[in-house]
C-alpha cells in the first residue's frame, strides 16, 4: 500500500521508547515532518541523534498547564499519535490514589489536553486531520490486577468516540488502536514470568504476541488516507483475544 505523509506535520506523545520510538522512525521515512515528544530527556536526545531532521520536545504529560502551554506553541499539527501511557498493576485492595491520579493524568487527561490545543488550530485553519490514540485490549475486557488501567483504557476509547463524533464535521477523523501484549522491552520485561505468559497466549488464538511493527502498521494505515472513511473505530491488534 502507497502511503505518504509529505507535506504533513505529525505529533507522537511517549516519543522516547518503544512504540512511540519506531512510530516516530515509520513517518519520517514515510515523509512526514515530525514532532516527537516525551518526559525522557535521555531518549529524546538518542532519537535524535539517529534522526537529525526531527523536533524533539521533554513535556511531563501528567502536568495539564505545562502541557497546554507546550502543544499550543507548536506548529499546526496534521497527523496525532496519543502513544504516552502510565501502568501500575496492583489488586483491587492495594490501588492507592498516587497511582489512580497518574494513570488518569497520563493516559486520558493528557490526550484531551493534547487534542483539544491541536484541534484549534486545525479548525482556526480549516484543515483535515487525523488521530489515533493508542488504547489496549485492557480497555474492552477485565484483566486481573489492572483496574486502574483497564479503567483509564476504557476511557480512552470513549475519548476517541466522542472525539470521532465531534470532530468529524469538521474533516477531522479520530480512531483508537487496542493491542494485546506487545513485545516492547518494557512488554517482555513485564511478560517474563512464563505461568503469566502461558495464561496470556493461550487465550490468543494466533497464539503470540504483537510485535511493534503490527501496531506501527495499523497507526500508519490510521492516519492516512488510505483509511479516509474510518472514524470512531476501536480496533483491536490482539490476535482473536478479544473475540473469544
Known sequence: MDISFKGKRALVTGAGRGIGRDTVKRLV??????????????????LKLELPEIEIVQCDL?????????????????????????????PIGLVDEETVDLHFNINVKSIINV?????????AEGKPGSIVNISSQAGMVALQDHVAYCASKGAVDQITRVSALELGPFGIRCNSINPTVVETDMGKKGWSDPVKRKWMMDRIPLQKFASVDDVVDSIVFLLSD????????ILPIDGGFTAC
Open 29 to 46: 521515512k514515510l515523509g512526514a515532518k515530525v514532532v516527537a515528544l516525551s518526559k525522557t530527556k535521555e531518549g529524546l536526545e538518542s
Open 62 to 90: 501528567a502536568n495539564w498547564d505545562e502541557t497546554k502551554k507546550v502543544i499550543s506553541s507548536l506548529d499546526t499539527i496534521d497527523l496525532v499519535v496519543n502513544n504516552a501511557a502510565y501502568a501500575k498493576l496492583d
Open 226 to 233: 488510505k483509511s479516509a472513511m474510518i472514524n470512531g473505530v
Open 115 to 123: 487534542t483539544q490545543e491541536v484541534v484549534k488550530k486545525l479548525k
